[in-house]
């Protein structure tokens, strides 16, 4: 695992948006937009860079879980969504020159065999602490340690990506 390299959780509903959609994607890259959060927005644009892991949650049903993984392809840039009215994420603050929120393009690497609920994150000592557990935990981008991404990927049963990502 490279030095530089970051590894991130972002939450999805698979309704609005799911792993499936992301690998059927053209090239199974998709712009991550729609982030309405001054926190998850200012890790967009300041903090997530191209080549860093993505841990791809769905959230808001019966069973959360993390059912994937995915790679950045694109640091964070202005959120096109903000400036479009026929969009849901319309934001008349947000222009062209003083764009407000922002977006990373995201590609599809695999699902994961052994989709990882919450409770199977509990029951891990090193995944216990994660950001998503915490009570009161909503935010849709949240970091991830290395240490976390490793374990994540050997229990959810893709332990070859740990060379690849």
Request: proline residues 7%; contains cysteine.
């Amino acid at each position: 695992m490279s030095q530089t390299r970051r590894y991130w959780l972002l939450k999805s509903e698979p309704g609005c948006f799911s792993i499936s959609d992301l690998q059927n994607s053209p090239q199974g890259i998709s712009s991550w937009d729609g982030v309405r959060n001054y926190q998850a927005r200012n890790l967009l644009r300041d903090e997530i860079r191209t080549g860093d892991g993505i841990l791809f949650y769905h959230s808001n049903i019966p069973e959360p879980a993390i059912v994937g993984v995915a790679r950045v392809v694109r640091s964070g840039y202005p959120d096109h969504t903000a400036r479009d009215p026929r969009s849901e994420h319309f934001d008349p603050r947000s222009t062209e020159a003083s764009p407000i929120w922002f977006m990373v393009d995201v590609q599809y690497v695999a699902h994961l065999p052994h989709a990882l609920s919450r409770e199977d994150l509990r029951r891990h000592p090193a995944l216990s602490a994660m950001e998503v557990l915490k009570k009161g935990s909503r935010l849709s981008v949240q970091p991830v340690s290395a240490a976390q991404w490793r374990d994540v990927l050997v229990l959810g049963g893709r332990p070859e990506l740990l060379e690849d990502l």
